[in-house]
């Protein structure tokens, strides 16, 4: 079941409290072998940004919330 809310990195650091950068969140995903849910194309030269299912994160960030504080 896909979620109908995606996000890329960058937009998930910003709203994760307490805070974790693009780059942990990256290495984060990389570490587990999460695969991106898609691709979005930001306006910017480059590769598309890859986009991963909101919950997955938000439940991710639960998960190492007490060792973030």
């Given amino acids: ?4 809310v995606s996000l890329t990195l960058a937009e998930a650091s910003q709203v994760l409290d307490p805070p974790l950068s693009e780059r942990q969140l990256r290495q984060i995903v990389h570490a587990l072998g999460w695969m991106p849910a898609g691709h979005r194309y930001t306006g910017r030269a480059g590769r598309p940004a890859p986009e991963y299912d909101a919950t997955e994160i938000l439940r991710l960030h639960a998960a190492l919330a007490p060792w973030l504080a």
Wanted: net charge neutral; proline share 0%; no cysteine.
């Fill in 1 to 4: 079941m896909a979620s109908a």
